[in-house]
């Protein structure tokens, strides 16, 4: 089991609506979450990140937390074609907090 | 600078050459991090450094992989007797300090042939 599960996808939305994007983690201890957003072609950019139980909004995005549970997932509403693009969850440690790790990452496509 | 910078851009090498990726990072940021990211896959930690010492260099995949960081500042990857499975996109990023916010550099594209 990889440490750091995203759903595959691609995911396909019309412009306007919500996207959810999933992520599970497996190692009980971590402490820190983490959203990028990356371009094709580009390196990743931080969307958002969240270290408590709950919910943390930004913007069009919130990022829900549940440690119980073990998930993490990103919420984009009012959905846009500039938000079309691979969205990486990333964890890391109490004991180990300069080393992420990344899941595959699940692609987004925004159709007008 | 304004930003994380690696050099080269690209670079295409023979099987068998070694070759030395460079990272810049934002000024007066004291971890520094390696990713790797092979084409369509996630970031793979390679190593980070917090001033010039590596506390975690788990994540280099053979002895024919190091790093170094000197000064606090600029850093390099080396890699060794270069396989094709080497090729990849080699992202350097760094943070003001370990566990807070790292933004990447643009990224080395490494083509092995």
């Known amino acids: 089991q990889k440490e750091v599960e995203q759903n595959s996808g691609p995911l396909s939305v019309p412009e306007g609506a919500i996207a959810s994007l999933n992520c599970t983690y497996s190692?009980?201890?971590?402490?820190?979450f983490f959203w990028y957003r990356q371009y094709s072609g580009k390196s990743p950019e931080l969307i958002m990140s969240?270290?408590?139980?709950g919910d943390k909004e930004d913007g069009r995005f919130t990022a829900q937390l549940n440690k119980a549970s073990q998930y993490v997932s990103l919420l984009i509403r009012d959905s846009q074609p500039s938000d079309s693009a691979t969205y990486l969850c990333?964890?890391?440690?109490?004991?180990?907090?300069?080393?992420?790790?990344f899941g595959d990452g699940t692609t987004l496509t925004v159709k007008p | 600078g304004a930003g994380v910078s690696q050099s080269p851009s690209n670079k295409v090498t023979e099987k068998g050459k070694d070759v030395e990726l460079r990272c810049d990072p934002i000024?007066?940021?004291?971890?520094l991090y390696w990713y790797r990211q092979s084409l369509g896959q996630g970031l793979e930690f390679l190593i980070y450094?917090?001033?010039?010492?590596?506390?975690?260099k788990s994540g280099l995949p053979s002895d024919r992989f190091s790093a170094e960081r000197t000064g606090g500042s600029v850093s390099t990857l080396t890699i060794q007797r270069t396989q094709q499975e080497d090729s990849a996109v080699y992202l350097c990023?760094?943070?003001?300090?370990?566990?807070?916010?790292?933004?990447f550099g643009e990224g080395s594209w490494l083509t092995v042939v």
């Open positions: 990023a760094s943070s003001q300090d370990v566990g807070n916010t790292i933004y």
């Open positions: 190692d009980r201890v971590s402490q820190s």
């Open positions: 969240i270290y408590s139980n």
């Open positions: 990333a964890v890391s440690y109490w004991t180990n907090a300069g080393k992420s790790t």
């Open positions: 000024s007066g940021h004291t971890a």
């Open positions: 450094f917090q001033g010039n010492s590596a506390p975690d």
